[in-house]
C-alpha cells in the first residue's frame, strides 16, 4: 500500500513538472557496511534499498545522476544507472556548490543525486530550501524532491 501511495505522489509530481524545470531528486547512499575504513561498500540491505530505488526511479524521466567518489553512493546509483544506461558523475563529497550550479544549469530531464548524511541537507540549502534538514546516522529511507521554480520547493518521501 505504502508503494502505490509512493508511486501516486511521484505521478502527480512528475505531472506537475512536466512542463516546469527539472526534479531533482536526492538521497542519502544506502545502507553500508558496518566499518571503520572511509569507503565501505554497502551492505546487503543497502543493496536491496538500492535496487528498490532503481525500480522507483526507473520511469522517473532521470537523463543525469551524480554521485561522490565513495563507493557506497555509487553502488546506491548503480541499478538505476545500468537500467538507464547513464554513467554518473563523480564529484567530490563535499562540492555542494559545484553541484548545486550544475543543477541549476538547465537538463533535459530529472536528475538523481547521490550524497551522504552530511552533504544531503547542504546541498538542499544550496538549492534555496530554506528548511533545516537533519539526517540521522541510522536514516536511509529519505528521499527528497527539489523544484526549481521561482521559490524553490522541497517535497519529502521515504521507501524502503
Known sequence: MKRFVLSLV??????????????????RHA???????????LSDAGRARAESLAKMLKDAGITSIYVTDLKRTQQTAEPLAKT?????TILPPNDTKTLSARLRDAHSGNVLVVGHSDTVPKLIKELGI??????DDTDYDNLFVVLLEEKPRLIRLHYR
Open 130 to 135: 530554506a528548511a533545516s534538514i537533519h539526517i
Open 31 to 41: 545502507e553500508k557496511v558496518a566499518s571503520t575504513g572511509r569507503d565501505p561498500d
Open 10 to 27: 511521484l505521478l502527480g509530481l512528475l505531472a506537475s513538472v512536466a512542463a516546469a524545470r527539472p526534479a531533482i531528486f536526492i538521497v
Open 84 to 88: 538507464l544506461a547513464i554513467r554518473p
